[in-house]
């Protein structure tokens, strides 16, 4: 990683830090996303592999392009396209936008922050309740559920999400055999005002089952 100079910290996400970084030789302006390693695991994380795969074959001007992966035995360096603003910010610059104000919203703030897997599982575990056989009948059955986990209360929705409409709380269901469709999700009162677009359909599609 010499060959990049760390301007600043520009995000913070669920497995890792990204960095705005300048390229010594070239000047190009890069993104650089640190993942962390845990170091009782052997390898890299399952969803670092499932990231670089499916961002070495996208290729298209509205997805970011991965320009590089650099690997040593404590740190995962993902070397992105330096964009100047996000999804938030370009919708908040752009009068007119075609995604509804509260899908919008959604970008503002991870509802469950973890900086690893297991504090992201924590943090869901800790609002939506530990979850058991009874929350979500074969859950015991997971490779990586862990009976030691520690058993959390289900707080209310209206404690986790106090601005979501009454329309959106069917919505948030913790047994994924109990979620609803893409489909239906498109037709879900919670969505029928204003109609949604073709970006808020692509949201929707991206963001529950088929």
Same mark, same amino acid.
């Given at each position: 990683?010499?060959?990049?100079?760390?301007?600043?910290?520009? %995000?913070?996400?669920?497995? %890792?830090?990204?960095?705005?970084?300048?390229?010594?030789?070239?000047?190009?302006?890069? !993104? =650089?996303?640190?993942?962390?390693?845990? =170091?009782?695991?052997?390898?890299?994380?399952?969803?670092?592999?499932?990231?670089?795969?499916?961002?070495?074959?996208?290729? $298209?001007?509205?997805?970011?392009?991965?320009?590089?992966?650099?690997?040593?035995?404590?740190?995962?360096?993902?070397?992105?396209?330096? =964009?100047?603003?996000?999804?938030?910010?370009?919708?908040? &610059?752009? /009068?007119?936008?075609?995604?509804?104000?509260?899908?919008?919203?959604?970008?503002?703030?991870?509802?469950? /922050?973890?900086?690893?897997?297991?504090?992201?599982?924590?943090?869901?575990?800790?609002?939506? %309740?530990?979850? &058991?056989?009874?929350?979500?009948?074969?859950?015991?059955? =997971?490779?990586?559920?862990?009976? &030691?986990?520690?058993?959390?209360?289900?707080?209310?929705?209206?404690?986790?999400? /106090?601005?979501?409409?009454?329309?959106?709380?069917?919505?948030?269901?913790?047994?994924?055999?109990?979620?609803?469709?893409?489909?239906? !999700?498109?037709? $879900?009162?919670?969505?029928?005002?204003?109609? /949604?677009?073709?970006?808020?359909?692509?949201?929707?599609?991206?963001?529950?089952? $088929?």
């Amino acid at each position: 990683m010499d060959m990049f100079q760390k301007v600043e910290k520009i %995000g913070e996400g669920t497995y %890792g830090v990204v960095y705005k970084a300048k390229n010594r030789e070239t000047g190009q302006l890069v !993104a =650089l996303k640190k993942i962390r390693l845990d =170091l009782e695991m052997e390898g890299v994380p399952s969803t670092a592999i499932r990231e670089i795969s499916l961002l070495k074959e996208l290729k $298209h001007p509205n997805i970011v392009r991965l320009l590089d992966v650099v690997h040593n035995e404590r740190k995962l360096y993902l070397v992105f396209e330096f =964009l100047s603003q996000d999804l938030k910010k370009y919708m908040d &610059s752009t /009068p007119g936008s075609e995604l509804p104000l509260h899908l919008i919203k959604v970008t503002r703030k991870a509802l469950f /922050p973890g900086d690893s897997e297991i504090d992201q599982l924590f943090r869901i575990f800790r609002m939506l %309740g530990t979850p &058991s056989e009874d929350t979500w009948p074969g859950v015991t059955q =997971l490779p990586d559920y862990k009976g &030691s986990f520690p058993k959390w209360t289900r707080k209310g929705l209206e404690e986790i999400v /106090p601005n979501l409409e009454p329309e959106g709380r069917d919505l948030l269901m913790y047994d994924p055999s109990q979620r609803i469709t893409a489909k239906t !999700a498109l037709a $879900h009162p919670y969505f029928s005002s204003p109609e /949604p677009s073709p970006a808020a359909r692509q949201y929707v599609l991206q963001r529950f089952r $088929h």
